[in-house]
Nanobody
Framework: QVQLVESGGGLVQAGGSLRLSCAAS????????MAWFRQAPGKEREFVAA????????SYEDSVKGRFTISRDNAKNTVYLQMNSLKPEDTAVYYC???????????????WGQGTQVTVSS
């Protein structure tokens, strides 16, 4: 069982930055792919970024490439999402997820956090 707790959301102006954190319980954090998803009102939950359990280059959704960076600290059981140059269309609830997967779809992930709201004003 893995429990995930996100933090770091908030209200920011367009062009600003936020860093989301996701703290995970358990002793096998480094065996999970850690990902961020987001869900805007009236829309489906969508993939944002993933850091694969096997290592290698992280994966990003096209609209966030070059602006967002996912990273993890295995010693702290924490994954981060650094978000720069934020746009109003980035406004959503952001969710942290964990799974033993190479998927970008929601079905690939077993464990989910409760979500944190990110609001970008124009």
């Amino acid at each position: 069982q893995v429990q995930l707790v996100e933090s770091g959301g908030g209200l920011v102006q367009a062009g600003g930055s936020l860093r989301l954190s996701c703290a995970a319980s358990g002793r096998t954090f480094n065996t999970y792919t850690m990902a961020w998803f987001r869900q805007a009102p009236g829309k489906e939950r969508e993939f944002v970024a993933a850091d694969w359990w096997s290592g290698g280059r992280p994966s990003y959704e096209d609209s966030v490439k070059g602006r967002f960076t996912i990273s993890r600290d295995n010693a702290k059981n924490t994954v981060y999402l650094q978000m720069n140059s934020l746009k109003p269309e980035d406004t959503a609830v952001y969710y942290c997820a964990a799974g033993r997967t190479f998927a970008r779809g929601v079905n690939g992930y077993t464990y989910w956090g409760q979500g944190t709201q990110v609001t970008v004003s124009s």
